[in-house]
C-alpha cells in the first residue's frame, strides 16, 4: 500500500509547493474536512489542524493538510475510517474513488508503523544483523529466543555535568528544580529500570556516559601506572606477548586535553587453542577498596584474525560468571560486561583463557576495569581569551583579553563528581573514543561537545557494520539509537506538559546506508510514544499529555545512521509532571513501556513474534520444611497490559550469609525445596522467565535455623513494600506548591540517583532567570553527589540475623502471603516480627486519581494479626508511621476501627507525628528492660539506609502497657511494651521507628534479645 500511494503522489505531482496547489473544493467542504481532520485528534495535543489546500485530479482528492496532523498515531482503523468519513462527507457534490491526505510532505497512510501492515503491504525494514553478538552471558539459565537476544542498542540519558569555559567551572546543564536536574533525572530511568530491562530480554545495551553509580574503580592492566592491582599471566603451548600497536594505560590520575589512555600502552595478544590442558591465561586481580557491587569492564584490541569467542570467567564473591566475547568488535574500549558483588580486597578476580573452540585466531587482552569511579577529565579555561558564558551566545568568537588585564594561568579541574554524573564527552575520552568523535568542536565548547558526540558516537560504534560500511568504527551491530531527555516548561495546576518524541527522516537522502528508508525512524517514535502514553493513561493519569511526533533536525535524532528517536517524557521543570516523575512506579512503567515499545518494533523489523518478559512475582514466603530444609511458594503475577508476558518458568536465586546470590536454579512450579545450612541466614529472591525474557526480581526473603534454638521458628512479616514519591502540596489558590522532603521524601526503589536536595522556592509566580536561579522548584544542591539509599526490600535477613544472634531460628513471609496462607499462628511460630519500615496510605501524582495504597494495617492484615493476638500471639512492630498513618494521614480520613484496632489489640495510640528530628532515641524503665542506653537511627539520606524523617510518636493506650524507649531530644514516647493482662493474654511491642534504621549490627541484635526475651516469657 505504501508503495502505490507514492508512485501515485509522483504521479499526480503532489509534492509541488503548496502555493501552487489548486482549490478545488468550496469553502464549506474545506471546514467540513478540516472538523474531521480535528476529530482524529483525540488523545495527542496536536493544536488545531488546518487545511492548507486541495487538489483534484480526475477521481483522487489530495488534502494537504497542517504539520501537527502527522502528530497523529495512524494505525489501519483510524487511516480507513478517516478516508471513508471523508468521501461520505464529500459524495454529495464530488465521487471521489481515492483521498490522500498530505501532513508534513508525507501522506498520512505511510505513517502507519510498518509492524500493523499485512505482508504484502509491508516495505522493506531496516536489520543489522550479527550471527555472533558483542557479548554472550554464558552463566545465563535461559535464552530469550523472543525478545532481545543478540540486538545492539545505543541509548543514553540525556546529559551530564560539564565544565562551562565561559564561568571556568562544572555546572549542570540544566538548573536544579524539584529536588532533581535532568542530567541526573533522566538517569533514574535509564540505569535502574530501562537497561536491566532490556538486558533481561537479551540484548546488548551501549551507553555513552559511565552506568555503574559506585564512586570507587579499580584498574587493573598489564602496563601498571596508576593500576597498581595484581596482573598476572599464565602460559600455556601459546605464549602471551605485546600486540602490535598501541593500547590502554594508566599514566597520569587525571585526564586533559584530548590525553587519550587507550593509545599511551600495550596489550597482549596470543592465538587461541583447542585443548584446556594447552590454555594460556591472564588474571586480573582488583584491590577493592569497599564491600559492593561492581561494575566489570574489558578491554582489548580487535585485529583482523579476531576471536569470536573470548572466554572471561568473572569470579565475585561465592560465584563466578562466565562471558563470551566476539573481539572482531568493540576493541580498544571499555566493554561492559555485567554489574557484580566484590569482597574488599584481593578475593575477586577476572580470568581470561584462550581455550576456544576457534583454533589458531587471535586473542587480544589489554586493561579491565572494576567500578564507576570519580571523574578523572581535567577541563581549564583559556587563559588567553573570554568565552561566551550562555547556552544562547556560546556560538560567538572568543574575544581576546583586555591587554591591561593580568594574565591568568587557569589550573586544570575535575569535576568533584561520581563519573556517572558526567557527561558523555568526559566519559568517552576515559573510553578511548577518538577525540574527533568527542569532541567535535575541538575543545572549544564543552556543552556543544556532549550533546553533538553521541549521535556520532552512535556510527563510530556502527562504523563497518551494514548501517555505516564506509565509517571507521567499532564494528558493533547497532540496531536502534534512543536519547532520554526531559523538556521544559511551567504551568499552574494539574496540567501536565507530557510527553513529546522527535526523529528524523531526511537525512542521508532520507535512506539508511541499506536503502531502506528513514520513516523507520518515525515508526519507533510512534511505537514508543504510544506505548509510554497507553501505559501512564491506564493505571495512572487518564489525563497525561501525548505530544506531537516532530520529523525535526534534532542532532540525536538526526545523526545516527540506524533508526533513532529523541524522547521528552515530560517537563522536569512542571510539578504536576514531576508528581507522577519523582514516583518510582512510574519510573518502572515508562521504562518498561519504552523497552516494550522497542521490542515491537525490533521484531517487526527482524520478522518474529515478541514476547514481553514477566512482572515480578509476589504472595512469597519462605517457610521451614521439615528439620533441615526451606520451602518457598510464591504466585505469578499477570500483566493487564500485555498479554504475552506470562511466566512460564522461574529462576530461584540463593544467598548465604553476606554472600552474593548465586547464578540461579530454574524450576517450573511455583514450589521450591532445598536444603540449608544451620547457624546461617540464607536468603532467596525469584525471578519469573518466558521466551521473552526474565522479570525483574522479587523481594529477598530469608531463613535461618538456630541450633542453639529449642522453641518454634520466629516469624518475620515484611510489611514494607513501598515505593514512592516524596510527599507534595499545592496551597488552596494555587499560588504555592512543592515537594515536602523534610516530611516525608518518598521511597526510592532500592537507592534514588535523582535527588539533589530539598526544594526551597515554593512560590509558582517566581520565575526562572537562569540556571542558578531556578524561580519556582528552585533545589538546593547538597546531596546531588551522593547515591542516595532507598527500600532494598531486603530487611528480613537484617532481622533474621538479630534474631539468630538471640537464639532463634527465623521464616519470613510477604505480608500478602502471610495473610492468604493463615501464616500468622501461635502453633507453626512462637512470635511474630512485623516489619513496616515507612509504610504509609500513598498516592500516585494527582490526588484522587489512584487508589491509596501501602497502608501499615489494612483490614486483612488487622484482622490476621487480631486473631494471632487473641490466640496468645506475641507480636514486634516498628515503623514510621504505625500510628499516624491511622490517625492524621492527609490523604485518608481516620476509621474508628483503625484506631480501635491499634489501641485494643496492639495497645498503643498516637501521640504525634514528626516526633523527632535529630536520630536518638533511649531506654526508659520498663518490662522491656531497665537499663540507660542511647541508639542512633538514621535520619538523614545517606548511602546505607533509608531515611527516617518523620517517626511517630506512641502512648501506651493500656493500663498495664509502659513506655519503652524516649527520643532523646524531647522525651516523647517511642516505643511501647505490652505484657498482658488479666482479660488480654498476649504480647506486644510496638516502635514508632523502623528496628532496621538504627545504626550498628550489635546495637540491633542487643535490642532485638530484649524484645524476643520480653515476648516470649
Known amino acids: 500500500m505504501k508503495k502505490q500511494i507514492l508512485l501515485n503522489l509522483l504521479l499526480f505531482g503532489l509534492f509541488a509547493p503548496l502555493s501552487i496547489q489548486a482549490q478545488t473544493l468550496t469553502k464549506d467542504e474545506n471546514q467540513s474536512i478540516e472538523n474531521i481532520l480535528n476529530s482524529y485528534t483525540k488523545g495527542v495535543q496536536t493544536g488545531k489542524i488546518k487545511v492548507d489546500s486541495t487538489k483534484s485530479v480526475n477521481d483522487t482528492l489530495t488534502v494537504f493538510a497542517t504539520k501537527n496532523f502527522s502528530y497523529v498515531p495512524f494505525r489501519i482503523d483510524n487511516y480507513t475510517s478517516l478516508i471513508q468519513k471523508l468521501k461520505d462527507s464529500l459524495s454529495a457534490q464530488h465521487s471521489f474513488k481515492s483521498i490522500h491526505i498530505i501532513s508534513d510532505n508525507k501522506d498520512i497512510c505511510n505513517l502507519i508503523p510498518r509492524s500493523f501492515l499485512s505482508l504484502k503491504d509491508k516495505p522493506a525494514a531496516f536489520t543489522n544483523p550479527s550471527s555472533i553478538p558483542l557479548i554472550e552471558n554464558l552463566s545465563r539459565p535461559y535464552t530469550p529466543t523472543r525478545g532481545l537476544n543478540g540486538k545492539h542498542i545505543a541509548m543514553w540519558p540525556s546529559h551530564g555535568a560539564y565544565y562551562e569555559l565561559g564561568l571556568q567551572r562544572w555546572e549542570w546543564q540544566r538548573a536544579r528544580m524539584l529536588q532533581t536536574v535532568e542530567d541526573k533525572y533522566t538517569e533514574s530511568y535509564v540505569l535502574p529500570y530501562l537497561v536491566p530491562m532490556l538486558e533481561n530480554a537479551g540484548a546488548i545495551v551501549m551507553l555513552p556516559r559511565e552506568r555503574d553509580t559506585n564512586p570507587y574503580e579499580v584498574i587493573v592492566d598489564n602496563d601498571g601506572h596508576e593500576a597498581s592491582s595484581p596482573y598476572y599471566e599464565q602460559n600455556g603451548s601459546n605464549l602471551w606477548r605485546n600486540g602490535v600497536g598501541t593500547g590502554f594505560a594508566y599514566l597520569r590520575k587525571t585526564y586533559k586535553d584530548f590525553e587519550n589512555p587507550f593509545t599511551e600502552g600495550t596489550y597482549r595478544v596470543t592465538e587461541t587453542v583447542n585443548k584446556e590442558k594447552d590454555a594460556s591465561t591472564i588474571t586480573w586481580t582488583p584491590n577493592i577498596p569497599k564491600d559492593r557491587n561492581y561494575a566489570v569492564y574489558v578491554s582489548y584490541k580487535s585485529l583482523p584474525n579476531s576471536t569470536t569467542s573470548a572466554q572471561y570467567t568473572v569470579y565475585h564473591k561465592d560465584g563466578k560468571t562466565s562471558f563470551s566475547v566476539n573481539q572482531k568488535m568493540g576493541g580498544g574500549t571499555w566493554i561492559y560486561l555485567g554489574t557484580f558483588a566484590f569482597d574488599k580486597g584481593t578475593k575477586?578476580?577476572?580470568?581470561?583463557?584462550?581455550?576456544?573452540?576457534?583454533?589458531?585466531?587471535?586473542?587480544?587482552?589489554?586493561?579491565?576495569?572494576?567500578?564507576?569511579?570519580?571523574?578523572?577529565?581535567?577541563?581549564?579555561?583559556?587563559?588567553?581569551?573570554?568565552i561566551p558564558n550562555t547556552k544562547t551566545d556560546r556560538s560567538s568568537q572568543r574575544i581576546p583579553r583586555n591587554a591591561y588585564q593580568p594574565k591568568i594561568d587557569y589550573p586544570y579541574i575535575v569535576s568533584g563528581y561520581p563519573r556517572f554524573e558526567e557527561g558523555s564527552r568526559y566519559w568517552l575520552q576515559w573510553a578511548g573514543i577518538p577525540d574527533s568523535i568527542y569532541s567535535p568542536t575541538h575543545g572549544r565548547d564543552d556543552y556543544g561537545d556532549d550533546y553533538k558526540d553521541r549521535g556520532t558516537w552512535v556510527n563510530y560504534l556502527a562504523g563497518g557494520t551494514k548501517a555505516a560500511p564506509d565509517y571507521k568504527g567499532l564494528n558493533i551491530p547497532i540496531d536502534l539509537s534512543f536519547a532520554f531527555h526531559s523538556d521544559a516548561g511551567t504551568v499552574y495546576g494539574d496540567s501536565i506538559i507530557g510527553t513529546l518524541g522527535i526523529y528524523n527522516s531526511s537525512k542521508y537522502n532520507g535512506k539508511f546506508a541499506d536503502g531502506t528508508s528513514r520513516m523507520a525512524c518515525h515508526d519507533l517514535c510512534d511505537m514508543v510514544l504510544s506505548s509510554i502514553t497507553h501505559d501512564i493513561r491506564t493505571l495512572y493519569e487518564p489525563k497525561w499529555t501525548r505530544r506531537g511526533m516532530w520529523d525535526a533536525s534534532y542532532y540525536e535524532a538526526w545523526e545516527p545512521r540506524v533508526p533513532a528517536m529523541l524522547l521528552e517524557l515530560l517537563s522536569h521543570e512542571n510539578f504536576a509532571d514531576l508528581r507522577y516523575g519523582l514516583d518510582p512506579r512510574f519510573q518502572f512503567t515508562v521504562s518498561r513501556a519504552i523497552y516494550k515499545g522497542m521490542l515491537r518494533f525490533l521484531s517487526d523489523e527482524y520478522g518474529y513474534k515478541y514476547v514481553v518478559q514477566p512482572l515480578p512475582i509476589d504472595h512469597f514466603a519462605a517457610?521451614?520444611?521439615?528439620?533441615?530444609?526451606?520451602?518457598?511458594?510464591?504466585?505469578?503475577?499477570?500483566?493487564?497490559?500485555?498479554?504475552?508476558?506470562?511466566?512460564?518458568?522461574?529462576?530461584?536465586?540463593?544467598?548465604?550469609?553476606?554472600?552474593?546470590?548465586?547464578?540461579?536454579?530454574?524450576?517450573?512450579?511455583?514450589?521450591?525445596?532445598?536444603?540449608?545450612?544451620?547457624?546461617?541466614?540464607?536468603?532467596?529472591?525469584?525471578?519469573?522467565?518466558?521466551?521473552?525474557?526474565?522479570?525483574?526480581?522479587?523481594?529477598?526473603?530469608?531463613?535461618?535455623?538456630?541450633?542453639?534454638?529449642?522453641?518454634?521458628?520466629?516469624?518475620?512479616?515484611?510489611?514494607?513494600?513501598?515505593?514512592?514519591?516524596?510527599?507534595?502540596?499545592?496551597?488552596?489558590?494555587?499560588?504555592?506548591?512543592?515537594?515536602?522532603?523534610?516530611?516525608?521524601?518518598?521511597?526510592?526503589?532500592?537507592?534514588?540517583?535523582?535527588?539533589?536536595?530539598?526544594?526551597?522556592?515554593?512560590?509558582?509566580?517566581?520565575?526562572?532567570?537562569?540556571?542558578?536561579?531556578?524561580?519556582?522548584?528552585?533545589?538546593?544542591?547538597?546531596?546531588?553527589?551522593?547515591?542516595?539509599?532507598?527500600?532494598?526490600?531486603?530487611?528480613?535477613?537484617?532481622?533474621?540475623?538479630?534474631?539468630m544472634d538471640a537464639g532463634y531460628s527465623f521464616v519470613s513471609t510477604s505480608k500478602s502471603a502471610a495473610v492468604a496462607n493463615q501464616l500468622l499462628n501461635t502453633n507453626d511460630y512462637s512470635a511474630v516480627d512485623l516489619i513496616l519500615g515507612k509504610e504509609k496510605q500513598?498516592?500516585?501524582?494527582?490526588?484522587?486519581?489512584?487508589?491509596?495504597?501501602?497502608?501499615?494495617?489494612?483490614?486483612?492484615?488487622?484482622?490476621?494479626?487480631?486473631?494471632?493476638?487473641?490466640?496468645?500471639?506475641?507480636?514486634?512492630?516498628?515503623?514510621?508511621?504505625?500510628?499516624?498513618?491511622?490517625?492524621?494521614?492527609?490523604?485518608?480520613?481516620?476509621?474508628?476501627?483503625?484506631?480501635?484496632?491499634?489501641?485494643?489489640?496492639?495497645?498503643?495510640?498516637?501521640?504525634?507525628?514528626?516526633?523527632?528530628?535529630?536520630?536518638?532515641?533511649?531506654?526508659?524503665?520498663?518490662?522491656?528492660?531497665?537499663?540507660?542506653?542511647?541508639?542512633?537511627?538514621?535520619?538523614?539520606?545517606?548511602?546505607?539506609?533509608?531515611?527516617?524523617?518523620?517517626?511517630?510518636?506512641?502512648?501506651?493506650?493500656?493500663?498495664?502497657?509502659?513506655?519503652?524507649?524516649?527520643?532523646?531530644?524531647n522525651n516523647l514516647s517511642a516505643g511501647v511494651v505490652f505484657g498482658g493482662s488479666e482479660q488480654d493474654h498476649w504480647r506486644t511491642v510496638v516502635f514508632g521507628f523502623p528496628f532496621e534504621s538504627l545504626k550498628g549490627d550489635a546495637v540491633r541484635s542487643s535490642m532485638m534479645k530484649k524484645i524476643l526475651n520480653f515476648l516470649l516469657k
Open 348 to 386: 575477586g578476580k577476572v580470568v581470561l583463557s584462550n581455550y576456544s573452540k576457534e583454533t589458531g585466531t587471535a586473542i587480544t587482552a589489554d586493561a579491565v576495569k572494576f567500578g564507576g569511579g570519580m571523574g578523572n577529565i581535567a577541563r581549564r579555561a583559556d587563559p588567553d581569551s573570554i
Open 842 to 969: 500513598t498516592k500516585m501524582g494527582r490526588p484522587g486519581v489512584t487508589p491509596l495504597k501501602f497502608k501499615t494495617f489494612d483490614a486483612d492484615l488487622q484482622k490476621s494479626i487480631t486473631d494471632y493476638c487473641k490466640t496468645g500471639g506475641r507480636i514486634f512492630i516498628s515503623g514510621s508511621y504505625v500510628a499516624s498513618d491511622l490517625w492524621f494521614n492527609p490523604l485518608a480520613p481516620a476509621r474508628d476501627s483503625d484506631k480501635i484496632f491499634a489501641q485494643k489489640i496492639l495497645k498503643y495510640k498516637w501521640r504525634d507525628n514528626r516526633a523527632a528530628i535529630e536520630g536518638k532515641v533511649k531506654y526508659v524503665a520498663s518490662p522491656l528492660t531497665t537499663q540507660q542506653e542511647e541508639f542512633c537511627y538514621y535520619n538523614k539520606p545517606n548511602e546505607t539506609s533509608y531515611v527516617v524523617e518523620s517517626p511517630d510518636a506512641i502512648e501506651p493506650a493500656d493500663s498495664c502497657a509502659y513506655t519503652a524507649l524516649r527520643y532523646s531530644e
Open 623 to 803: 517457610v521451614l520444611s521439615g528439620t533441615n530444609k526451606v520451602k518457598l511458594m510464591w504466585k505469578a503475577v499477570n500483566d493487564s497490559l500485555e498479554p504475552t508476558a506470562v511466566p512460564e518458568r522461574y529462576i530461584v536465586y540463593k544467598r548465604i550469609g553476606n554472600g552474593d546470590f548465586d547464578n540461579g536454579t530454574m524450576v517450573k512450579k511455583t514450589t521450591f525445596t532445598c536444603k540449608i545450612p544451620t547457624d546461617q541466614v540464607i536468603s532467596f529472591k525469584i525471578t519469573a522467565v518466558n521466551k521473552g525474557g526474565q522479570s525483574f526480581p522479587s523481594e529477598i526473603l530469608s531463613v535461618g535455623i538456630s541450633s542453639k534454638s529449642t522453641t518454634k521458628p520466629i516469624l518475620i512479616v515484611n510489611g514494607f513494600d513501598r515505593i514512592s514519591a516524596p510527599d507534595d502540596f499545592t496551597s488552596s489558590d494555587d499560588e504555592q506548591a512543592g515537594f515536602l522532603a523534610d516530611i516525608d521524601n518518598g521511597v526510592p526503589y532500592k537507592y534514588s540517583i535523582n535527588y539533589i536536595g530539598k526544594m526551597k522556592e515554593f512560590r509558582r509566580s517566581i520565575p526562572w532567570t537562569d540556571d542558578d536561579s531556578g524561580g519556582f522548584g528552585d533545589s538546593y544542591g547538597n546531596y546531588e553527589k551522593m547515591v542516595i539509599a532507598g527500600n532494598t526490600f531486603d530487611y528480613p535477613a537484617l532481622h533474621g540475623k538479630c534474631i
